[in-house]
């Protein structure tokens, strides 16, 4: 039975990261790009109800899916014998799928470490005024925080998927790229992703002039797509 091989240890894996990776993303855009701009529309009451019913639910998902997500896509590159393979990640294809790794594992990190503990928040201070009591002091500012680590999170999620998939469909060569290009590569994403991930780390208020990828959804796609044209342009010069 082929299943119970190498490729279909390796075929498994992937198919649990579509559907966690689906359920994780799918999610992330539902907040994004449905969620949030409604709630801004909602009377406070049913906003409160939402949050106390609606969101935990989803949250719960989301958070899960992107762990398994995470474990599924490690498990991939055990399974292709590549995880610890230097040399591979020397490649086209190594260094296409270290791009969507590096930008998902800070996806991740960001879920699990800003959007989840600040979305606690949130929740919680929805359960405190349904019930009568305080509104929690800190509240706006957990609410600003995972606003600002969920749409840094849509913006790389745009590459991110691009160099997922590119590294089977795409980039599929294993000839060592010189070091020089390698090493130029590297930088420039790296100085682009802190760019993006320190902004999203200060919380800036809605309207500054850094928050322009934050405070609109539409920005933010298109942002993405931006990011994705200069790697890609890097990509094609270099590689
Ligand atoms: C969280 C960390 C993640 C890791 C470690 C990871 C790892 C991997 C690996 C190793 C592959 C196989 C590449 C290949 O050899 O073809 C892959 C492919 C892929 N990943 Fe991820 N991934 C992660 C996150 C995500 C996320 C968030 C998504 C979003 C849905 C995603 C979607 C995909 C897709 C669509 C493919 C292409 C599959 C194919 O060509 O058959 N991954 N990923």
Redesign the pocket.
């Known amino acids: 039975m082929e299943i119970f091989t190498q490729t279909g240890g390796e075929m498994l894996s992937?198919w649990g990261?579509?559907l966690a990776?689906?359920t994780?993303?799918g999610l992330l855009y539902y907040f994004n790009f449905v969620q949030t701009p409604a709630f801004a529309g909602f009377e406070a009451g049913p906003r409160t109800e939402s949050v106390r019913k609606l969101v935990p639910r989803a949250l719960w998902w989301f958070r899960w899916g992107?762990l398994l997500?995470?474990l599924t896509?490690?498990s991939?590159?055990a399974f292709?014998e590549r995880l610890t393979d230097m040399d591979y990640y020397k490649t086209p294809?190594g260094i296409s799928?270290s791009t969507?790794?590096l930008l998902?594992?800070i996806?991740?990190l960001n879920v699990w470490l800003i959007i989840w503990p600040s979305q606690k928040t949130f929740i919680a201070n929805a359960e405190a005024t349904a019930t009568g009591g305080e509104a929690l002091p800190n509240a706006a500012t957990a609410a600003r925080k995972a606003a600002c680590a969920s749409r840094t999170n849509t913006l790389f999620?745009i590459p991110?998927?691009f160099f997922?998939?590119a590294?089977?469909?795409f980039a599929p060569r294993f000839e060592a790229v010189a070091g020089g290009d390698r090493a130029i590569y590297w930088v420039a994403l790296i100085v682009l992703i802190v760019l993006f991930e320190g902004i999203a780390l200060t919380a800036p208020a809605a309207g500054k002039g850094q928050a322009f990828f934050i405070d609109d959804h539409r920005n933010t796609i298109i942002t993405g797509f931006v990011l994705w044209a200069i790697l890609l342009v890097l990509w094609e010069v270099l590689f």
């Open positions: 992937r990261h579509y990776g689906v994780w993303i992107a997500t995470l896509g490690l991939i590159l292709q294809m799928i969507g790794v998902a594992v996806m991740f999620s991110m998927l997922m998939g590294t089977s469909h």
